[in-house]
């Protein structure tokens, strides 16, 4: 199994730009999410999703947008970007039952916005 | 004031020292309470895992919850220059670890 894969690993956009941050995993997890990590401020969860097609707002749900077709794959878009997001974006799956429920996370992706 | 406070650090000591890492919060609703290792440039990967209050020791690893104090703990005995790396605490209200809540996390060095 490969996990939680994220592409790219590496982003510079400007101001103004979108785009969209992927990310899958193999391990059939019903739950997926999405956080980003500041210097001093750990993980915040942005969206999340408990199976395809359901999706929810976290913590710091604005300006971005997610969708959830399949199982697999949970992408994250940037209408806009601004240069506060500029962040370290973690996606995280598990299972969505009982104690089964470690997260696991990608290996992340380095966003600037200039 | 955040949900849930943790001392950044960074924090330094000698190989085979005991690490005492802690975390507060005001939430007392929270039910599950988690600890991450995350090392320089990965994502985080779950170390300990604990329900409500009590103590649960892996290895060299224990965690402790305290909700009377909404304070929970982490220790390493004999830490290793291996387990130099950021830890840190999260917690949530509901099974199933969805919507986590993290600490800022500390950044460990143990020093060879």
């Known amino acids: 199994n490969a996990g939680v894969t994220q592409t790219p690993k590496f982003q510079v956009l400007k101001t103004g730009q979108s785009m969209t941050l992927q990310c899958a995993q193999d391990?059939?997890?019903?739950?997926m999410s999405w956080y980003r990590q500041d210097p001093g401020m750990g993980l915040r969860l942005i969206h999340y999703?408990?199976?395809?097609?359901?999706?929810d707002q976290g913590e710091v749900p604005n300006g971005y947008n997610v969708s959830r077709s399949t199982t697999e794959d949970f992408p994250l878009r940037l209408l806009s970007a601004a240069p506060s997001q500029t962040s370290v974006y973690f996606c995280?799956?598990?299972?969505?039952?009982?104690?089964?429920?470690?997260?696991?996370f990608g290996p992340g992706t380095r966003l600037t916005v200039l | 004031q955040k949900e849930v406070e943790q001392d950044p650090g960074p924090l330094s000591v000698p190989e085979g020292a005991i690490v005492s890492l802690n975390c507060t919060y005001s939430?007392?609703?929270?039910?599950?309470f988690m600890w991450y290792r995350q090392y320089s440039r990965k994502g985080p990967e779950l170390l300990m895992y604990?329900?409500?209050?009590g103590n649960k020791e892996d290895g060299r690893f224990t965690a402790q919850v305290d909700k009377s104090s909404k304070y929970i703990s982490l220790f390493i005995r004999d830490s290793q220059p291996s387990d130099s790396a950021t830890y840190l605490c999260?917690?949530?209200?509901?099974?199933?670890?969805?919507?986590?809540?993290f600490g800022q996390g500390t950044r460990l060095t143990i020093n060879p």
């Open positions: 995280a799956s598990s299972y969505n039952r009982g104690q089964d429920n470690e997260q696991f």
């Open positions: 939430n007392s609703a929270f039910q599950y």
């Open positions: 604990t329900y409500s209050s």
């Open positions: 999260a917690m949530s209200l509901i099974q199933g670890a969805q919507k986590l809540v």
């Open positions: 391990m059939n997890h019903e739950y």
């Open positions: 999703s408990v199976g395809a097609g359901i999706t």
